[in-house]
C-alpha cells in the first residue's frame, strides 16, 4: 500500500477491507494504468469499497479536491466513475497476467 504523511486511518477504525486483486499485481496495474502516486491510493481506496466522506477523511482532503483527482483519474484512464474504474482495474490485470 503507498503510504502518505496525509494519509489518516478511518475514523474509529483500524481496519481497511481487502484489495479485490493481490496487492502485488495492484501495484503492476497501477504503473500501467501511468496513475500519480496519489491517484494510485484513490483508486486502491476506491477498490477497498471506500465512499468518498471515507476517502476524504483518509487522505485529509477536501470534496472538491477528491472530485478534481477523480476527474484527473478519469482523464487519464478513460474511466469515468467508480464501476468504470473497477472494470478498467479487472480488465487491466487480466491483460498483465498474461
Known amino acids: 500500500m503507498i503510504q502518505s504523511p496525509?494519509?489518516?486511518?478511518?475514523?474509529?477504525?483500524?481496519?481497511?477491507?481487502?484489495?479485490?486483486?493481490?496487492?502485488?499485481?495492484?501495484?503492476?496495474?497501477?504503473?500501467?494504468?501511468?496513475?500519480?502516486?496519489?491517484h494510485t491510493r484513490i483508486v486502491e481506496l476506491v477498490l477497498r469499497g471506500m465512499d468518498d466522506d471515507d476517502?476524504?477523511?483518509?487522505?485529509?482532503?477536501?470534496?472538491?479536491t477528491l472530485r478534481t483527482h477523480f476527474d484527473r483519474i478519469g482523464v487519464r484512464t478513460g474511466a469515468q466513475g467508480r464501476n468504470a474504474i473497477f472494470r478498467l482495474v479487472l480488465k487491466v490485470s487480466?491483460?498483465?497476467?498474461?
Request: charged share 20%.
Open 94 to 98: 487480466h491483460q498483465v497476467k498474461k
Open 6 to 38: 496525509h494519509d489518516k486511518p478511518l475514523p474509529g477504525s483500524d481496519f481497511l477491507p481487502a484489495l479485490p486483486i493481490d496487492s502485488g499485481l495492484w501495484h503492476t496495474v497501477a504503473r500501467s494504468l501511468r496513475l500519480s502516486p496519489r
Open 55 to 64: 476517502i476524504k477523511a483518509t487522505l485529509g482532503i477536501s470534496y472538491s
